[in-house]
């Protein structure tokens, strides 16, 4: 192909010269000619790329068709119940209640429901008063001195430097007007963080905004931030979903000068957190680390977050807990199908357990030691609606967090770019130009309605289902497709099919 490139283009530009040398015209079909032959020799000569070497010029087509794909995936050639990690309709939705507008849906629906992997909810031919009250749970064990009433729905960790200060700051605003907490994430507790929403500030293995100039924790420091009137919990991060084992990552494009100084770290570099802490290293020290929390923080409520990889580890966690008569005051269970900015796609993909049996596992385990009534357990995975509460309250939570929920109703359109400092909507970049795009007091009114709404759907699924309180909730009220087998060989079966009729 660089031969007819070269064979032609010098053919093309030749010609050109000679029609402008005898009719004075196309001069700049020269020159344009001339420049695309100089492109075509450099991207003949340069060895990076093997497509411009050896197709000159029109391989740039090939990189500009990759770079639009997604964008054509999106809107031309997915289904409304497709798209990963969330559908046409699940981000729909989320718009909707966010927008605080009609969110209902015409025609029936375009699942395929005749399918053993459906599910459903047994809904009640007697159904409840729906409860216009939002649902609350209060957190705070034996040991907790300042309990906290919590939302049944809140935000999940989300970092300021993955989100921009625009994307904080509204989801704080939300939460205040709201009355929800925000997780801070580990990237630390920042000046945007204190708009006035409550505060759940969660402790990493960089121990970001607490940590010493050794890159350890700093009780000190932590004692400060600890008490400020807005924390109301501590969450202290063990694993999350997306790269449980891994630690975070800021990829260097967003490690701005603002953000490096707010985390003790060199601007303009990649942050990776350790994949483990430092200031523990087994379940003793883990144990051990929550009092001495609980103790700097004059009893706020202390818990920690982990995705669940060898069950064996969170058993011991739990029997060193009795041990030591010493509890977190909440476990949050993160699904390997959890979010993140940037992940390493083996951990994306590979890592972890999912989200229903972790849950599962998590509330048995807890039962089974005995100390199920001491600990409140939050779920983190794919919360996207109303059902999608009750379902993990079914499986053993007590409350649920969500962290791309809330990041579509800042006006996320699962571009897929929070890794690239070049989110369009300017909810996942440090760009500044990016950024002027999220208008703060429309966005928090919509993290606000987003809440509101899908909390609303939750009542409305609860009342369906004939149930007056969500403490009544348990698997027995969900339904899925391989029960219709069992159904069908019930009231019609093999021998009825083969019987002769007269």
Same mark, same amino acid.
């Given at each position: 192909m660089r031969q007819k490139f070269f064979i032609l283009g010098i053919t093309a530009f030749i010609i050109s010269l000679i029609i402008f040398f005898y009719f004075k015209v196309g001069l700049f079909v020269s020159i344009a000619l001339f420049l695309l032959l100089l492109i075509g020799y450099a991207n003949s000569i340069q060895q990076k790329h093997a497509i411009l070497r050896n197709f000159p010029v029109l391989g740039y087509f090939r990189y500009f068709f990759?770079?639009?794909?997604p964008g054509l995936q999106q809107y031309f050639i997915e289904r409304s119940t497709d798209g990963k990690p969330f559908s046409r309709n699940q981000r729909t939705l989320a718009y909707q209640r966010a927008k605080n507008i009609d969110a209902t849906t015409p025609f029936g629906t375009q699942l395929?429901?005749?399918?053993?992997?459906? /599910?459903?909810?047994?809904?009640?031919?007697f159904p409840a008063v729906v409860n216009e009250e939002l649902p609350r749970v209060v957190v705070g064990g034996p040991d907790c001195k300042q309990p906290y009433s919590a939302s049944l729905l809140n935000i999940s960790a989300m970092s300021f430097g993955s989100l921009s200060e625009n994307a904080i700051v509204a989801l704080n605003k939300g939460a205040l007007q709201g009355k929800f907490y925000h997780n801070t994430g580990e990237g630390g507790l920042t000046e945007f963080h204190l708009q006035g929403g409550d505060i759940t500030w969660q402790i990493g293995t960089g121990y970001f905004g607490c940590r010493d100039d050794r890159g350890g924790f700093d009780g000190g420091r932590f004692a400060e931030k600890a008490n400020l009137p807005e924390v109301k919990m501590i969450e202290i991060k063990l694993s999350q979903g997306a790269k449980p084992g891994h630690g975070g990552v800021l990829p260097a494009a967003k490690n701005t000068e603002q953000i490096a100084k707010i985390r003790g770290v060199l601007p303009n570099t990649t942050i990776l957190s350790p994949p483990g802490h430092s200031a523990f290293s087994d379940t003793k020290g883990l144990i051990e680390f929550i009092a001495n929390l609980r103790q700097l923080s004059n009893g706020k409520p202390i818990g920690f977050k982990l995705c669940i990889g060898k069950t064996s580890e969170f058993e011991a966690i739990c029997q060193e807990m009795i041990t030591q008569n010493c509890f977190p005051d909440f476990i949050?269970?993160?699904?390997?199908?959890?979010?993140?900015?940037?992940?390493?796609? /083996?951990?994306?993909?590979?890592?972890?357990?999912?989200? /229903?049996?972790?849950?599962?596992?998590?509330?048995?385990?807890?039962?089974?030691?005995g100390i199920r009534h001491k600990i409140r357990v939050i779920c983190s995975g794919k919360i996207?609606?109303?059902?999608?509460?009750?379902?993990?309250?079914?499986?053993?939570?007590?409350?649920?967090?969500?962290?791309?929920?809330?990041?579509?109703?800042?006006?996320?359109?699962?571009?897929?770019?929070?890794?690239?400092?070049?989110?369009?909507t300017g909810v996942a970049t440090q760009d500044k130009m990016l950024m002027k795009g999220l208008v703060v007091t429309d966005k928090s009114e919509r993290v606000f309605y987003f809440h509101k709404n899908t909390l609303h759907a939750a009542n409305e699924l609860l009342a369906a289902a004939g149930k007056k309180s969500f403490a009544d909730v348990d698997i027995n009220i969900f339904m899925r497709g391989d029960e219709f087998a069992h159904l069908s060989d019930l009231y019609f079966p093999d021998n009825l099919k083969s019987a002769t009729i007269h």
């Open positions: 990759e770079m639009i794909a395929n429901l005749n399918r053993s992997s459906y /599910e459903g909810i047994k809904h009640s031919i949050t269970v993160d699904g390997a199908e959890g979010g993140t900015g940037a992940a390493p796609l /083996e951990f994306a993909d590979g890592v972890g357990m999912p989200f /229903e049996p972790a849950l599962i596992f998590v509330n048995k385990t807890l039962v089974r030691f996207i609606s109303g059902y999608s509460i009750l379902r993990a309250v079914a499986l053993g939570a007590d409350m649920c967090n969500s962290a791309r929920g809330f990041m579509f109703s800042l006006g996320c359109i699962q571009a897929l770019r929070c890794n690239t400092n070049e989110c369009p």
